[in-house]
């Protein structure tokens, strides 16, 4: 297989070294990758959403399968570009289609999906300029703490939690008035607050059948004791030690089985990958949100974990057989611990020598997230820039083996949590 996968972070070059170490791939392009993906396959200089682009590149190149890595590309339609040029079809696209994709594209939408199929999420309503003067009474009656989120992509930063009446219109006027997250926040969703503890659940279908992928938490707190700014993710675990078989029964009989058929009976195109954002509240599992693509950091510990070749089981995706495989699991804890620049989530530097970084071996890798070449040196190139995840028989050794490695690598403003996991070690 000829395998254009598309994107630059830490979930990338995950994705980039487990389909390279498949028997089923030749060759390998990555776009726009990084320092890392460029160790898998060779980079390609050409933006995730430059559709007419990847055309002529996967027509030149002989691609035989595109691989989207995050949503941007499939909320835009790369799916159905694909479908709609007779030049093209024959090229699996392994995402959504663009309706699929909505599920992540528009919290609005995934409510109102969840709703018809009986999928237990937070009690919400959705506001937009038209019944804005509504929604500030809504509001005001509202218990607290108040969720607010905006409807479309805003980088994973459209979710705000406030705690008091003030702050939650002040923000709602923000995101509607102001256009806080630009047209993402046109219109905004008022969810309850639910409380419990989150994990990241994935599953992988063919549209009517699914496989159902290690689960992982992660941690988006910039600061240790999840306190500071939200971030992408400062670091992810799996498993999940309260993640056990009743809890992960009750997720794939309410959650998984049902949004799958749901996909199923309203004909909706959907191949690939599903990602559940849950809370675990007293026991049971809500919805928090949909992503139509693996997580970043969660990918830099489920692929380790996944001991299936994963381009068979893209294989059996595209054939519509993926009920025939089966899903073996590494039994080790993976935990992964991102060393970011200094002032990420807000503005910082880049271009920073990276040093130290160790060559791959059993028990531990270091994925690249915003890095570049430079001749021969590693250079920063983003907020997020290493992901150093470690194997290990429990997740205490694990974290331990990670943050050895992470005071090893230096790079001008390097930070990163010594705390992953926290809570189950």
């Known amino acids: 297989m000829n395998i254009l996968l598309l994107g630059s972070g830490g979930r990338e070059h995950a994705l980039a070294l487990k389909m390279s170490k498949s028997p089923l791939c030749e060759k390998l392009f990555i776009a726009p990758g990084n320092a890392g993906t460029a160790q898998c396959g060779q980079n390609i200089n050409m933006g995730v959403s430059d559709f007419q682009q990847i055309r002529n590149f996967c027509l030149e190149n002989a691609i035989t399968l595109v691989v989207p890595g995050s949503e941007e590309a499939l909320v835009n339609g790369i799916y159905d570009f694909f479908r709609a040029d007779e030049a093209l079809q024959h090229i699996p696209v392994m995402g959504p289609s663009k309706e699929g994709a909505q599920l992540e594209g528009s919290k609005a939408y995934a409510k109102l999906f969840m709703q018809r199929h009986n999928i237990p999420t937070a009690a919400y309503r959705e506001f937009d300029e038209s019944n804005y003067e509504e929604g ?11 969720v607010l989120k905006a409807d479309g992509l805003a980088a994973g930063k459209g979710v705000v939690i406030a705690f008091s009446h003030e702050e939650a219109l002040s923000e709602f006027e ?25 994990l990241s659940v994935f599953a992988l279908t063919d549209g009517h059948s699914y496989q159902i992928l290690p689960e992982a938490k992660d941690y988006k707190r910039i600061g240790e004791g999840d306190k500071g700014l939200n971030t992408g993710g400062m670091g992810a675990v799996s498993p999940v ?33 599903v990602f559940f954002g849950l809370i675990n509240v007293g026991g049971e599992p809500f919805v928090i949100e949909y992503n139509c ?4 950091p969660e990918t830099e510990v489920v692929m380790p974990r996944l001991k299936n070749d994963l381009l068979e089981l893209f294989q059996a995706t595209i054939a519509g057989e993926l009920k025939s495989q089966i899903i073996n699991v590494d039994e080790r804890a993976a935990s992964t611990v991102m060393l970011v620049s200094k002032g990420y989530p807000e503005s910082y530097e880049k271009n920073k020598v990276i040093t130290g970084i160790p060559t791959p071996t059993d028990d531990q890798i270091v994925f690249h997230a915003g890095t570049k070449l430079q001749g021969e040196e590693v250079l920063t190139n983003g907020g997020r820039v290493l992901a150093i995840t470690s194997l290990a028989a429990n997740l205490s050794e694990a974290l331990a083996h990670s ?22 070690i």
């Open 293 to 296: 693509r693996m997580g970043d």
């Open 241 to 273: 030690p309260f993640a056990d078989a009743t809890f992960m029964k009750k997720v794939e009989d309410q959650v998984i089985r049902p949004t799958i058929q749901g996909l199923s009976d309203e004909g909706i195109i959907y191949n690939g990958f």
């Open 136 to 146: 500030v009474i809504y509001l005001q009656q509202h218990s607290l703490p108040i």
């Open 403 to 424: 943050v050895q490695t992470a005071e090893k690598i230096q790079f001008e403003g390097k930070v990163y949590r010594r705390d992953i996991g926290y809570e189950f």
């Open 174 to 198: 923000q995101m509607i008035k102001a256009a806080k997250f630009g047209d993402a926040s046109k219109t905004v969703v008022i969810e309850e607050f639910l409380t419990g503890i989150e």
